[in-house]
């Protein structure tokens, strides 16, 4: 029976659904040989760097990855970098089949004046820091002043705004990392608002995220009222027909009418509002917008210009794919026709449809193109030429190296009834998976 051998790099949920569909068509003409590539020394990609860390149910999906990764015919080589440590070239030519399942993870620039400011900075760089991704442990994050904006309406922008405005006690039983949890419960801020630049009908969030807002233990959360009646007064013809419309601006209605607990803390979420500028003369000091206006279906700006002080500005607009060597890019993704790049190579995730969809989006968009792939598998297996040889003098992290820091972690965060303290340093995750 031929033994087929696939490559996928990047250990996020693209890629371990990529290999869970590869394992599922299995039969008894063809077995798949699975290798995953990964550049950090742990795997789970936005299941460990990504996903806030009071949505602990959203991360238990890391015990499916673990059942993919226990199957004999895996192996993780974490710590080793496509372009650094292994080429494409040499991926295509001693596999059947290459999968790039390797995100997207730089955010998206705003591109107005003042951006680079002390205190501005970009949620892909905010979200890993609070998840102790070791190379986001220095990032700067003051928190010293009292109010912060976050640019976006997105889940991402729902999630930064909830990490800055909620109670930090609520973070004690969660894998925040441990310098960010240090740093969230010295924070001095009190007030957070969340700016989108279009309506609330255009809004990206998902009605469960808005939903869970007023479960906020010590936070007030605030939308206008009468912001979410007249996007509904825009939108009336369309609500019957779009449920996930529909659901959204009930649940910023019900928020709205959500009593005030005065409460010190304050999440607020402001519409129709387009920053043109951070202003500031050594570190952010406010932020200048251009009001909006919906007029049938199209948003315009007004000539009203507001500012709203504030002393850190996250932005969370979206994200953009690094380039890898020998990949050919565009419009913010690889290129590809329904994840076939070419030859034997296909992408799959974020780096294949752009940063939209939520971690389940990604197990249908992977069987598809894991469908796509059988199809075009030539039928002869290539020679077995074991990789692993290329890594003789590097330190690879494979499954049971991992499973080592994962069950230290999970060990030390027990102790102190957390689901697991994480390991920050590279050093020290290098050393610890060390077989
Ligand atoms: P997103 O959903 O695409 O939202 C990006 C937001 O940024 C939009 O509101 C967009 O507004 C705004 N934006 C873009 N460019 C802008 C600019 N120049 N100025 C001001 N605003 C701008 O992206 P995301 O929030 O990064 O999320 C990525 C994906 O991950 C989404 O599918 C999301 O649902 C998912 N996610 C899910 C969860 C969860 O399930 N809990 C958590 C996090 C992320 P326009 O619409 O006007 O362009």
Request: charged share 25%; net charge negative; glycine share 8%.
């Amino acid at each position: 029976m031929p033994t087929y051998r696939i490559a996928i790099v990047g250990a996020g949920p693209a890629g371990y659904f990529s290999a869970q569909a590869l394992q599922n068509s299995q039969d008894e003409n063809r077995v798949f040989a699975i290798d995953l590539f990964e550049r950090l020394p742990t795997p789970w990609g936005l299941v460990r760097n990504g996903v806030a860390p009071d949505h602990p149910k959203i991360k238990s999906v890391s015990k499916v990855f673990e059942k993919i990764a226990s199957d004999p015919n895996f192996r993780l080589f974490g710590n080793v970098e496509l372009g650094r440590d292994i080429s494409i070239e040499q991926l295509k030519e001693n596999y059947d089949a290459v999968i790039l399942a390797t995100g997207s993870s730089v955010g998206r620039k705003l591109g107005i004046p003042g951006e680079d400011l002390p205190g501005s900075l970009s949620a892909a760089d905010f979200v890993p820091w609070y998840n102790g991704h070791p190379d986001y442990v220095n990032c700067d994050v003051p928190l010293n002043g009292k109010s912060a904006i976050v640019i976006g309406a997105g889940n991402v922008a729902m999630d930064c705004g909830r990490m800055l405005a909620l109670d930090p006690a609520e973070l004690n039983s969660t894998d925040t990392s441990d310098h960010a949890l240090v740093a969230f419960h010295q924070s001095a801020i009190r007030k957070v608002t969340i700016v989108g630049r279009r309506g609330p009908e255009h809004a990206a969030f998902t009605s469960p995220e808005i939903r869970e807002l007023p479960k906020l233990e010590n936070t007030d959360v605030i939308i206008s009222h009468s912001e979410i009646e007249s996007a509904k007064i825009r939108v009336a013809e369309k609500l019957e027909s779009n449920k996930e419309l529909r659901n959204n601006l009930e649940a910023m209605l019900e928020v709205s009418q959500s009593p005030s607990k005065n409460h010190e803390r304050k999440l607020a979420i402001n519409f129709l509002l387009t920053p043109i500028e951070i202003i500031g003369k050594e570190k952010v000091e406010a932020i200048r917008f251009v009001r909006n206006e919906v007029i049938n279906e199209k948003v315009s700006a007004t000539s009203e210009i507001i500012e709203l002080p504030c002393d850190l500005v996250i932005s969370a607009i979206g994200y953009q794919v690094l380039p890898i060597p020998g990949v050919e890019f565009a419009n913010g993704r690889v290129v590809n026709e329904n994840g076939h790049v070419a030859d034997n190579l296909y992408v799959v995730g974020w780096a294949k449809r752009g940063p939209n969809g939520v971690i389940g989006t990604n197990k249908s968009d992977s069987s598809d193109v894991i469908k796509l792939l059988l199809a075009k598998l030539l039928s002869a297996a290539k020679e077995n030429s074991d990789i692993s040889k290329i890594f003789t003098n590097h330190k690879v992290i494979t499954q049971s190296g991992w499973q080592k820091i994962n069950a230290a972690e999970v060990e030390q965060g027990e102790a102190v009834g957390k689901p697991r303290r994480k390991l920050t340093i590279w050093n020290d995750l290098l050393s610890l998976g060390q077989e």
